[in-house]
């Protein structure tokens, strides 16, 4: 029996706009871009709320580009379904993600990648959508925002000396706490917490903010060392995140 042809996968192009280093004066925070990162902006091209985010970022109106609301991330145990084609991001050709895919319900999601400053262009990216898998949902719409890192002169002449062919080193990779995962979401719990309990050994106090994921006295004590031990070693630390997992 003659297999069944394989669908050829959809290549295309992403814009890509440019946040000013200082961001026109708009303060930090919300779904603005960080300095030195590029986001990834994927949306269901008929909601309205990912219009309008696409929208400010086109014409460069950070503040409300900052002030869009966050889709709330679902909670501890819910399945994720994807709604659009899965999709991979390259840049230069060379992967720098793979197999992500709006999730079902979501208006938009962002991913953030670590950006030297280095030169890049809209050009140099593509997304390749996987289009051998079931009808999807929803369209996926896709935007790339990029925003530099403050540089001296020698860091500015030393990226323009890496060579064209090398270019996409200048993308990282993202971090895994970015995807919706319910691990992803326990680990970032505990980092925090445990970042609290740094703060509270070192400097003598902190605030305590709301979290899903409390760590008790005796992980503090583990996590931290103490008043004059070392602090948890990496495997310690992936044993407590197990632990509460497992609740």
């Not at 708009?26 to 300095?35: K, N, T």
């Not at 990779?173 to 980092?191: G, H, K, S, V």
């Amino acid at each position: 029996m003659t297999p069944a042809p394989t669908a050829a996968p959809s290549v295309k192009s992403v814009e890509m706009v440019t946040v000013p280093p200082d961001a026109a004066g708009v303060p930090g925070g919300g779904l603005l871009p960080p300095a030195g990162s590029v986001v990834l902006y994927v949306g269901d091209a008929a909601a309205p709320s990912w219009q309008r985010l696409r929208e400010a970022a086109l014409r460069g109106d950070w503040q409300a580009v900052r002030d869009t609301p966050i889709p709330q991330r679902p909670a501890p145990g819910v399945r994720l379904v994807a709604a659009s084609r899965l999709f991979d991001l390259l840049c230069a050709a060379h992967p720098l993600v793979r197999d992500l895919a709006l999730p079902q319900g979501f208006p938009f999601r962002t991913l953030a990648f670590p950006y030297t400053g280095g030169p890049l262009q809209g050009s140099d990216f593509s997304i390749v959508e996987h289009t051998e898998r079931s009808v999807p949902s929803v369209t996926a719409a896709y935007l790339l925002v990029r925003r530099a890192p403050e540089l001296t002169a020698l860091e500015r002449r030393l990226l323009e000396n890496v060579s064209p062919v090398d270019r996409h080193i200048h993308m990282g990779r993202p971090e895994p706490c970015q995807t919706l995962t319910t691990l992803d979401m326990i680990t970032d719990n505990l980092a925090c917490e445990a970042h609290r309990a740094v703060q509270c050994k070192h400097r003598g106090g902190c605030l305590q903010g709301e979290s899903t994921t409390e760590l008790s006295d005796a992980e503090i004590e583990e996590i931290t060392g103490g008043a004059d031990g070392f602090a948890a070693s990496v495997a310690r630390l992936l044993a407590t995140r197990q632990r509460h997992y497992s609740l």
